[in-house]
């Protein structure tokens, strides 16, 4: 009886045991299926292309076999290649996997993760890519940076926006720049702010652009609401901000200006404002809109008050338009009324690096390391006053770093030419071929072939000199 009990009992046990392993299989896949996103396809294009035109090479030169062989490897190999290249986000961890960046973590022997809790800064470009009607198509890329690990999401689908809302409410503010905090407040679907937009009378491009320009360059300030409603200004501000996201300029200025008339603006509408008057006048190369925008960034400096954020937001802004001595003035002018803060002690670092004042460079993120909250900001700070120092103390280290610099700079206006020539290159083939002389087709093939290959050269150059020099490699060679 025992026995049978010990049996009957041991079978249960195992049962539950086999229950609790699949539910937490079943979460592990849940969390590993959190979000992924394909990865730019910028390099693969291009060697699926240099790859596509040696092949081309060899059955021009008569060599059938081999380019038939080196062009159906071409056209099978690298689109399995990008296709399986992905970022995967598991709810702690952001992984590049695929058989590519699994080979090169061998090869090089480099992170392919990184941890939310590790990450230093996140960085969002905007690139405008085409013009559609009324409507501007953005391309956003966003890059997370930590530990020496780089991962880079590109925008081109709802997989980026998903991920995006999903992953960016995670990370801390102080690590985002304010483009990545605007994605993730911002980023809405088409056709959920086609609902928005709709539901609160926003007329169509068609309707507006006739008058959205006038209304612009009024020379009367329409901007100090008389009315107030809070919440109606509200509303459209983020409806305006969600426009702007999108492309819908002319949309999200009317959005802007009626938010500013329902209720008297306050600094931080001011500056979202002002940062679409900068988007509209890049679009429509109209400098007296840009001017416009910028007499509103000086309104929304005077309208901060003792906001310590809205006043380092106000200068990122003007760093990122290029006017570094304006930015310095609001960094400096926020730690004389505020107190020092770490994202004004950042801006003034990077103010001073611009105009070449190491001393103040270290000052400054030394104070911005004590004023960290995080430990990923810390080490951060930490590793770029050991850096700042070096160059500061060392002058070996320095002219190497210089020369590291300048050199990056070269291969990289090396690589435009290489692909200027390689754009040369090809229309001579192709009248070669026409006119049916050989010599010129030579030529063509000649100078593309090339161009093509330092191309390429100068593509790895430039991914081998993004990286500083390690002080433990001019300790071994002093050795």
């Not at 292309?49 to 081999?66: G, K, R």
């Not at 159906?72 to 690298?78: A, D, N, P, Q, S």
């Not at 050199?407 to 435009?416: E, F, G, I």
Request: contains cysteine.
């Amino acid at each position: 009886m025992d026995s049978v009990y010990f049996t009957v009992n041991t079978e249960t046990q195992n049962n539950e045991r086999q229950a609790v392993k699949v539910t937490a299989d079943s979460l592990n896949d849940e969390k590993r299926s959190i979000g992924s996103l394909r990865v730019g396809t910028a390099a693969y294009f291009g060697a699926f292309f240099v790859f596509s035109f040696a092949s081309a090479f060899l059955l021009y030169l008569d060599h059938e076999t081999s380019g038939f062989i080196l062009l159906l490897l071409t056209w099978i190999i690298i689109p399995v290649l990008a296709a399986t290249d992905r970022v995967r986000f598991d709810g702690k961890r952001l992984v590049r996997d695929g058989i590519a960046p699994r080979v090169w973590r061998i090869l090089n022997r480099s992170r392919y993760w990184l941890r939310l809790s590790d990450i230093e800064q996140v960085d969002t470009q905007m690139v405008r890519s085409l013009r559609r009607g009324g409507r501007v198509m953005y391309r956003y890329s966003t890059t997370f940076r930590g530990k020496g690990t780089v991962i880079t999401l590109t925008s081109g689908g709802e997989s980026y926006r998903r991920l995006i809302k999903k992953l960016l409410p995670l990370i801390p503010t102080e690590v985002m720049d304010g483009r990545s905090l605007e994605l993730r407040d911002y980023l809405l679907t088409l056709s959920d702010l086609r609902v928005k937009t709709k539901s609160n009378d926003l007329p169509s491009f068609d309707v507006l652009e006739s008058s959205i320009r006038k209304r612009l360059l009024r020379r009367k300030n329409d901007i100090d609401g008389k009315s107030s409603d809070p919440e109606k200004a509200s509303n459209l501000r983020r409806l305006a901000n969600e426009l702007r996201l999108s492309g819908s300029l002319p949309q999200s200025l009317e959005a802007f200006r009626r938010a500013a008339l329902a209720a008297p603006p306050d600094g931080w509408l001011l500056l979202e404002f002002s940062r679409c008057l900068q988007a509209f006048a890049a679009v429509e190369r109209d400098d007296r809109v840009f001017r416009r925008s910028q007499a509103m960034m000086r309104l929304a400096e005077r309208r901060a008050g003792m906001d310590a954020d809205l006043l380092a937001r106000i200068g990122e802004t003007y760093v990122q338009i290029g006017d570094w001595r304006r930015a310095a003035r609001v960094f400096r002018h926020s730690t004389e009324i505020v107190g020092e803060t770490f994202l004004a002690l950042r801006g003034l670092a990077e103010v001073a690096l611009r105009e070449g004042k190491i001393a103040h460079v270290i000052h400054n993120f030394a104070a911005a390391n004590r004023l960290a909250t995080l430990p990923s900001l810390r080490r951060w700070t930490r590793g770029e006053v050991e850096y700042f120092t070096r160059i500061n103390s060392d002058d070996e280290y320095m002219e190497l770093e210089v020369s590291r610099v300048n050199l990056y700079d070269s291969v990289d206006r090396w690589q435009r030419r290489f692909f200027l020539a390689a754009i040369i290159g090809f229309p001579t083939i192709l009248i070669g071929l026409l006119i049916d002389v050989t010599t010129i087709t030579n030529i063509g093939w000649t100078v593309s072939l090339f161009a093509l290959a330092g191309w390429m050269l100068t593509g790895f150059g430039k991914r081998m000199l993004e990286r500083r020099i390690p002080f433990e490699a001019l300790s071994t060679d002093d050795n």
